[in-house]
Every structure is written in structure tokens, then in C-alpha cells.
């Protein structure tokens, strides 16, 4: 059996690990995230994926920290939100995260979103490496970037790196796309893979909506797991950090608990449909 339980981790092009599992905050009310997130912690979760467009990050923060559980077992993630990129922006957000929430440092800092054109991205992006610089933030990535986006981000960090020193062009450590088995997304996937990029899986449920597929309902019988275990196993097992949303105790709990069985090779495949069918938006396509 694949060796992995919440505890996993993987390390980052950062050097700093990332948990394996992640609970998503997407439309948690802030009002609730506090009570959610903690309950998240309280059933084995470290990993908290929230966004300044979530409008939940203090209430977020609040609910990990009110484990107890040591500032360096917890990993918490945002996102410069979409369409608000360049340097001024970027900076502002991550100082307005510190402050909101308290924190000494964010574990991951995402650019949400590619729109913006390529000054507003690349801008961005170097406000975020003087933030690791600064100590204000440990590791940094993308969402949402397709292969052009990625190729433009890495020739900047070749030609930063080459023209003011080695790391001044900051480190690649995450993409975060939504991947499933109806958008598997072997272009970005292989890119990444082959950089040590790790991909983090958002929708990785599908939002829910798969919950009767014809291809799931089988593997649930024969495994004894619901269909989501089955996809959020399937991330698992094709090596990405898949990011559940939940704001339901009962779900919270069962979709962490994907530890105790491995989907066989021929079951993996039967899940590979070759589709392109998103339940999201898909900003990885846009070329602006
Ligand atoms: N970077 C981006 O652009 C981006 C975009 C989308 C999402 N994300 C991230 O990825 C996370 C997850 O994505 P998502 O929220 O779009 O989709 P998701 O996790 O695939 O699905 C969430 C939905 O499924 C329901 N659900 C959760 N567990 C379930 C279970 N075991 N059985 C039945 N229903 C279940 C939830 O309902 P209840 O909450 O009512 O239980 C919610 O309606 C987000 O929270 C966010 O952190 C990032």
C-alpha cells in the first residue's frame, strides 16, 4: 500500500514541507470558519487553504491556532486575489494578511489567478520573493497558471537569477489547478512533476456533483468508501495535495479519512477519461 497518512508531507522546491491533505475554505462564512477549521484540526487536518477573496483568513487563523497544536505543525495558505496583481497590491496583501490574522509568517502565498497581463504577474511575483526575503512569507506559487503562464514565470526567474544572483528570481513551489478525473490536465501536471512543482488538486470532489457517477458508485461498493473517498484517494495516489471543502462535521471527518485502502492500478486507470470538463472557472486558458 502506498505509505500515507495525515500526517504526510512532501517537500517543497522551498525546502519548507507541505501536508498532503488540505481543508479548503471557499464560501465557509467567516462566521463559521472559526468553529469549522477547528474541528478540521481537532480530526487530524494541519493544512488550512484560504484566499483574501475568501474573506475568512482571520477567522481561519483563529481556528487553527485555537488547537494549541505548535505554530510549525499548522500550514496556512492565501492568495493575492484575482485581478488585483502588480507590486504595489501584492505587498499590501500580504502585509494586510499579517496584521489581519496575526501571524508571524504565511507558510504559502499563491497569485490566485494569471489575469493581470504578464507585468502585473511577474510584478507580483517579485513583491512575493522580497516577502520570503523579509521573512513575512516561507514559500510561494501560483493558481490557475497554464503551461504559458508557467514557462513565462520560470524564463523570469532564469533571467533574475542570471542577472542579479542566484534565488533573486524567487522559487516555484506550488500550482494550485483543479484536477480530477474529468480534468486531469496531463499538460500542467507533467510540467510541474518534471520542476518539482507540487500540484495542489482544488475541487477535488468535484463539488459534489459526481456523487452518482456511473464510474465512482462501483469503486465505493467494492472498497467500502463513499465516492468521495474514492476521487479525494485518486488525488491522493496521483501524487497531488487535494484541497476538500467542507463546512459539515460529518464530511470534515470522513473526507480525511482515506488512509485505510489503495485504489489498484487498474481501478486508477479506469478513472482516466481523457475529459476536459471543469466545474470551476478555468483562468489556466486565458492568454491576456
Ligand atoms: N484557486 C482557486 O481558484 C480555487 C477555486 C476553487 C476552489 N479552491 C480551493 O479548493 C477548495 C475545494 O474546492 P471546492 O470548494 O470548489 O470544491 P470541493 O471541495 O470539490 O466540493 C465542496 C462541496 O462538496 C460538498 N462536500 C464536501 N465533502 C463532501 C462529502 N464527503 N460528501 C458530499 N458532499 C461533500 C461541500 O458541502 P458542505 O460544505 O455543505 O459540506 C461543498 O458543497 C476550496 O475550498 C478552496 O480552498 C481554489
Same mark, same amino acid.
Given at each position: 500500500?502506498?505509505?500515507?497518512?495525515?500526517?504526510?508531507?512532501y517537500?517543497m $522546491?522551498?525546502g519548507?514541507? *507541505?501536508?498532503v491533505?488540505? +481543508?479548503?475554505? +471557499?464560501q465557509?462564512?467567516?462566521?463559521i470558519?472559526?468553529e469549522v477549521v477547528?474541528?478540521?484540526?481537532k480530526?487530524g487536518?494541519? %493544512?488550512?487553504d #484560504?484566499?483574501v477573496?475568501?474573506? &475568512?483568513e482571520?477567522?481561519?487563523?483563529a481556528?487553527m491556532?485555537?488547537?494549541?497544536i505548535?505554530r510549525d505543525?499548522?500550514?496556512?495558505t492565501?492568495?493575492i486575489p484575482p485581478g488585483?496583481?502588480g @507590486?504595489d $497590491?501584492?505587498?499590501?496583501h500580504v $502585509?494586510d494578511?499579517l496584521?489581519?490574522?496575526g501571524?508571524?509568517y504565511?507558510?504559502?502565498?499563491?497569485?490566485?489567478?494569471?489575469?493581470?497581463?504578464r507585468k502585473?504577474?511577474?510584478?507580483?511575483?517579485?513583491a512575493l520573493?522580497e516577502? =520570503?526575503?523579509?521573512?513575512k =512569507?516561507r514559500? *510561494?506559487g501560483? #493558481? !490557475? @497558471?497554464? =503551461? %504559458? %503562464?508557467?514557462e513565462?514565470?520560470e524564463?523570469y526567474?532564469?533571467?533574475?537569477d542570471? !542577472?542579479?544572483?542566484?534565488?533573486?528570481?524567487?522559487?516555484? #513551489?506550488? $500550482?494550485? =489547478?483543479?484536477?480530477h478525473?474529468?480534468?486531469?490536465?496531463?499538460d500542467i501536471v507533467d510540467w510541474?512533476?518534471?520542476r518539482g512543482v507540487i500540484?495542489?488538486? +482544488?475541487?477535488p *470532489?468535484v /463539488?459534489?456533483?459526481?456523487? &452518482?457517477?456511473?464510474?465512482?458508485?462501483?469503486l465505493?461498493?467494492?472498497? &467500502?468508501?463513499?465516492?468521495?473517498q474514492?476521487?479525494l484517494r485518486?488525488?491522493?495516489q496521483?501524487?497531488?495535495?487535494?484541497?476538500p471543502k467542507s463546512v459539515?462535521?460529518? /464530511?470534515?471527518?470522513e473526507n480525511a479519512d482515506? +488512509?485505510?485502502f489503495?485504489?489498484s492500478?487498474?481501478?486508477m486507470?479506469s478513472?482516466?477519461?481523457g475529459?476536459y470538463?471543469p466545474?470551476?472557472w478555468?483562468?489556466?486558458?486565458s492568454r491576456?
Amino acid at each position: 500500500m502506498t505509505k500515507f497518512d495525515i500526517n504526510t508531507k512532501y517537500r517543497m $522546491n522551498s525546502g519548507y514541507e *507541505i501536508p498532503v491533505l488540505g +481543508y479548503g475554505v +471557499y464560501q465557509t462564512p467567516a462566521d463559521i470558519a472559526e468553529e469549522v477549521v477547528a474541528h478540521g484540526i481537532k480530526v487530524g487536518y494541519r %493544512h488550512i487553504d #484560504s484566499a483574501v477573496g475568501y474573506r &475568512n483568513e482571520e477567522t481561519s487563523v483563529a481556528g487553527m491556532l485555537k488547537s494549541g497544536i505548535p505554530r510549525d505543525q499548522l500550514f496556512f495558505t492565501t492568495k493575492i486575489p484575482p485581478g488585483q496583481l502588480g @507590486y504595489d $497590491n501584492a505587498r499590501k496583501h500580504v $502585509n494586510d494578511t499579517l496584521q489581519k490574522t496575526g501571524l508571524d509568517y504565511v507558510d504559502l502565498y499563491l497569485i490566485h489567478a494569471p489575469y493581470g497581463g504578464r507585468k502585473g504577474r511577474l510584478d507580483a511575483w517579485k513583491a512575493l520573493v522580497e516577502a =520570503v526575503e523579509a521573512g513575512k =512569507v516561507r514559500s *510561494i506559487g501560483v #493558481s !490557475n @497558471y497554464g =503551461v %504559458h %503562464h508557467l514557462e513565462e514565470l520560470e524564463e523570469y526567474i532564469k533571467e533574475t537569477d542570471k !542577472n542579479e544572483g542566484k534565488g533573486k528570481g524567487g522559487v516555484l #513551489s506550488v $500550482n494550485q =489547478v483543479e484536477l480530477h478525473p474529468w480534468l486531469a490536465r496531463k499538460d500542467i501536471v507533467d510540467w510541474c512533476k518534471a520542476r518539482g512543482v507540487i500540484l495542489e488538486a +482544488y475541487s477535488p *470532489i468535484v /463539488r459534489a456533483t459526481r456523487a &452518482n457517477d456511473p464510474l465512482l458508485v462501483p469503486l465505493a461498493k467494492k472498497y &467500502n468508501k463513499t465516492t468521495s473517498q474514492i476521487l479525494l484517494r485518486w488525488s491522493l495516489q496521483m501524487g497531488f495535495v487535494p484541497l476538500p471543502k467542507s463546512v459539515t462535521k460529518s /464530511r470534515i471527518e470522513e473526507n480525511a479519512d482515506i +488512509y485505510d485502502f489503495e485504489l489498484s492500478e487498474e481501478d486508477m486507470k479506469s478513472l482516466d477519461t481523457g475529459v476536459y470538463e471543469p466545474c470551476a472557472w478555468d483562468p489556466t486558458t486565458s492568454r491576456d
